[in-house]
């Protein structure tokens, strides 16, 4: 089957890795269940529409083993999991049978990790990933496979499995772990792979809304584990992303799990942050970033909003700098000239005390945050007093 074209032709829409790993699975079923039957395309039914799927690979490997691949080709959104193979493996077991795989002292582990209905037991394998915090839809010690493909999963292969028989399935990602890395899931505390995800089976070109959800279960897993009193929510520490947190680490007496990573999205998180009843925390992130919210700014991406030079030469001004030296911040290209240049007139403290005490009025006036704002460099030196 050449899949070449698939790969370079870009969809308005995509599917999601719970309709690949659904379509997959009947794949393997129907393989089984017609041996002779030729599998290169299944109709899936998913909560959005019947969704005809192409399936890469389909081979018996025993009587009453199948296993089939599906790939999630390009489509337009920037998608880190874009030609990824989903692959299931599906097993016919008797149903006397699945009670001495329940009761065999090996397999209590497998059962336990997978998730059980009626006539389906799905778990996960390579590159699918573990679940080991609290807070997300699925339980600690579960295969990252969400609520709705494993609904999915099961209503596109119930009605398919023989009368006295249990299909066990297995989904695994080959280059799931990698892939995995450049999403949130080693953040959200999911090791080991991907998630298998999906609300409506198809994914449309709406990454911005992806990512907030992602941005978003970080609140969860800290909403739980203030639960459980592993730490109090005044103690969470907001930062823009990668940058920020690995400086808080380094700087701030906190773990990971103390720290919540905003993207550019900071008035989003603010408000979800409020919702949650997290109403005082601390702001702590480089300057270049931060500074746009004492503007009013509360989507950072330079695209969206900028204002930095302006920003900082209006307080600048208001604490007495002469016109030339608001003349030259204005100029300057990065955040990093302009506090040198606040420097060599010994004024950078006082402007940079009065931008963080402007980004806590802001946020109180808009979100009603009481903040404490902590303003760094590349290098994690602290440019303002606390306040």
């Known amino acids: 089957m050449n899949n070449n074209n698939f790969k370079e032709f870009q969809r308005p829409y995509g599917l999601t890795t719970g309709t690949l790993a659904t379509a997959a699975s009947l794949a393997s079923l129907k393989k089984i269940l017609n041996p002779n039957e030729n599998q290169d395309f299944v109709e899936v039914k998913s909560p959005f529409d019947e969704i005809q799927v192409e399936i890469e690979s389909c081979d018996l490997i025993d009587e009453n083993i199948a296993k089939s691949s599906a790939i999630k080709y390009p489509y337009n959104d920037p998608d880190v999991t874009v030609n990824l193979a989903i692959v299931s493996s599906v097993e016919l077991i008797d149903n006397n049978g699945s009670e001495n795989l329940i009761n065999n002292k ?232 302009m506090i040198n240049i606040l420097r060599e007139i010994n004024i950078d403290e006082e402007v940079l005390n009065s931008i963080a005490s402007n980004i806590k009025k802001r946020c109180l006036e808009r979100f009603d945050l009481d903040i404490n704002v902590i303003l760094v460099d590349m290098d994690g030196n602290q440019l303002n007093s606390e306040i």
């Open 106 to 337: 090996n397999s209590k582990k497998l059962i336990n990790n997978a998730n059980t209905k009626d006539n389906i037991i799905i778990e996960g394998s390579s590159g699918v990933g573990i679940i080991t915090k609290p807070g997300l839809q699925i339980p600690v010690g579960k295969p990252a496979i969400n609520p709705v493909p494993l609904v999915m999963i099961e209503e596109n292969l119930k009605n398919l499995v023989p009368k006295g028989k249990i299909a066990k399935i297995t989904i695994s990602a080959p280059d799931g772990e990698k892939v995995a890395k450049k999403t949130m899931n080693p953040k959200l505390g999911i090791i080991g792979g991907i998630s298998i995800l999906g609300t409506t089976g198809i994914a449309r070109a709406m990454s911005n809304k992806a990512y907030k959800d992602s941005l978003l279960c970080q609140l969860d897993i800290a909403i739980a584990m203030v639960g459980e009193g592993i730490f109090d929510k005044s103690s969470l520490v907001f930062v823009p992303g990668n940058i920020g947190e690995n400086l808080a680490l380094k700087n701030l007496d906190i773990e990971k799990d103390q720290i919540i990573q905003m993207g550019n999205y900071i008035g989003f998180m603010f408000e979800e942050a409020k919702k949650r009843g997290i109403n005082n925390f601390a702001l702590f992130g480089h300057i270049g970033k931060l500074v746009k919210v004492a503007g009013g700014i509360f989507n950072t991406k330079h695209s969206v909003g900028d204002g930095r030079r302006e920003i900082i030469a209006t307080h600048a001004g208001l604490c007495g700098a002469e016109r030339e030296t608001i003349q030259a911040i204005f100029n300057s290209k990065t955040t990093e000239e």
